[in-house]
């Protein structure tokens, strides 16, 4: 338990209980072992880019500089794709069961380097180390656990079909999970014998550097997994290479639509992960206790940076008034503050320009005519945060109920009726996720058939198995991630 000192002067920067209560600082302090130069991994080796050019990773927690890191021209995105191209033949032709060796080793080499990882993911990124120990590093762990149990049962993938690798991946990832977006994408496409050149975000490139020297100890034969990091331009350059047999996009709907465009009249396989602006509806029979501490886990995880992040609540008319004032007081008590600190809740937003972005939609919001709600609350000077927000008074017109906002801000929206609550949910471009809350079994079943979404969840929110498929429908992309469905999305059947 942290231990908490009763405080006169009132709330405090990031360390806030009620108005009353401030907690001593818990920080974490393993190492995460970062280098001050990171290269691009090619062929089994760090290597310097041809390009000659680099760029700086920084801590959004407090603007620092953490690291250098390469940046990966298209000579450079070349050279990875020969060398995926070269070790194809021999990794596609490995017996199963010792690909999925490979595979094990990964997945216990990344439980060793646990708490490294978590540290130097929240530097990075700036999730709070909570979440990037208890969640994004053990999942990523076990997805590659997961797919290293299927490779050698790649017949059972298709009955009476087979599935055969499709050649050289090209992989781009968003910064909101670096390793674990990484480890999705990664596991699946080895486990059926496909080889990889996979870019990370710019702003969270650390941990993929961190992994390939995982890859390295593993003995991974040169190659199959190749890292190619940059910006933009880069992602461009490994999404439209000739030689790439299928091509796998998480990211924005934005950026979807171009590639999608930037391929369109070629024979390549693809799969699109995009963004997302899901309902949670709470019904009036929901045990409401729960359903608050599930809408808190479902907006303000990962400060809200969460493609399935239930960034609209539908409340049912009647606990309307209920639940919202339960919601304002629980985040009250929600901290804000040093990512690295064991108890914060919410920790930095990922970089200034996400925070730009934020604060422009919130606004819009105002502007709109919506009532804001934010709990007192000192923000660290340096670095870029954000408090919890709730929004009440929000029609279905306005940008705050429609636009993804990627950020600890919640839209709240009320509803009379079973068939309004579908309506209203469906009614927006995306589909990637939804939540119900009821304790009627058989209004679980029908909303979940007629929530036009990838992933329903019913009392709970945000919940995640590698045996599990994640994907959308519409805006929100198509393809899968996670069990057999995603490994069909890596396999070529005959
Ligand atoms: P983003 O701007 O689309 O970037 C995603 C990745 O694409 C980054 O690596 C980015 O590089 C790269 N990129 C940018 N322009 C590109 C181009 N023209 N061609 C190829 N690659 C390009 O999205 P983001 O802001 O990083 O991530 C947030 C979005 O991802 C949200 O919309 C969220 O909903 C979505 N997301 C979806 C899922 C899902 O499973 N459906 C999961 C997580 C996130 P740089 O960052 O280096 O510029
Ligand atoms: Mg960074």
């Not at 781009?172 to 996979?198: D, E, Q, R, S, T």
């Not at 017109?397 to 068939?419: K, M, Q, W």
């Amino acid at each position: 338990m942290p231990s908490a000192r009763k405080t006169s002067s009132g709330p405090r920067s990031g360390l806030i209980f009620g108005d009353l209560w401030e907690f001593d600082p818990a920080p974490e302090t393993a190492d995460p072992k970062l280098k001050a130069r990171y290269d691009l991994f090619i062929g089994g080796r760090f290597v310097r880019p041809r390009s000659g050019r680099t760029f700086d990773s920084i801590n959004p927690a407090n603007e620092a500089k953490l690291a250098e890191i390469a940046l990966a021209g298209p000579a450079d995105v070349d050279a990875a794709y020969r060398s995926a191209a070269d070790a194809f033949k021999a990794w596609a032709a490995l017996p199963g069961r010792e690909r999925g060796k490979y595979l094990y080793r990964i997945a216990r080499l990344l439980q060793d380097r646990a708490r490294e990882f978590a540290v130097a993911e929240t530097l990075d990124g700036g999730k709070p180390i909570r979440e990037s120990r208890d969640f994004d590093v053990p999942m990523a762990a076990a997805h590659f656990f997961y797919h290293a149990g299927w490779a050698d049962k790649l017949e059972y993938v298709a009955p009476g079909r087979i599935a055969r690798p499709l050649g050289v991946v090209g992989q781009v990832i968003p910064w909101n999970f670096p390793l674990l977006m990484l480890a999705w994408k990664l596991a699946p496409a080895l486990a059926m014998g496909n080889c990889v050149v996979l870019k990370p975000a710019e702003t969270t490139s650390i941990t993929a550097l961190k992994f390939a020297e995982i890859l390295q100890d593993a003995e991974l034969p040169a190659g199959v997994v190749n890292f190619v990091t940059g910006a933009g331009e880069t992602g461009a350059a490994v999404m439209g290479h000739p030689s790439a047999a299928k091509v796998a996009f998480t990211g924005s709907t934005e950026v979807g639509k171009a590639i999608m465009r930037q391929l369109a009249g070629t024979d390549r396989k693809m799969t699109m992960e995009l963004g997302g602006k899901a309902a949670n509806i709470v019904f009036d029979d929901a045990p409401i206790d729960q359903a608050v501490e599930g809408i808190v886990n479902g907006i303000f995880f990962n400060q809200g940076h969460v493609c399935c992040a239930g960034s609209r609540l539908l409340v049912h008319e009647p606990v309307a008034g209920q639940v919202i004032s339960k919601l304002r007081n629980r985040i009250r008590v929600l901290r804000v503050g040093d990512p690295l600190d064991k108890n914060t809740d919410l920790g930095a937003i990922n970089s200034r320009e996400q925070l730009g972005r934020i604060r422009r939609l919130v606004a819009s919001g105002v502007r709109e005519g919506a009532l804001m709600y934010q709990p007192p609350c000192r923000l660290p000077e340096r670095g870029y945060y954000f408090p919890p927000t709730l929004f009440t008074r929000v029609t279905q017109s306005h940008r705050i109920a429609r636009e993804e906002i990627f950020g600890p801000v919640l839209s709240i929206l009320t509803f009379r009726t079973v068939d309004e609550a579908i309506e209203k949910a469906n009614n927006t471009p995306y589909g990637l996720s939804a939540g119900v809350w009821t304790d009627k079994g058989s209004r679980i079943l029908r909303m979940s058939t007629e929530l036009k979404a990838g992933v329903v969840w019913a009392n709970t929110f945000n919940k995640f198995d590698p045996s599990s498929p994640f994907g959308g429908y519409r805006e929100s992309g198509f393809g899968r991630e996670g069990g057999r469905q995603g490994l069909l999305d890596y396999a070529h059947l005959a």
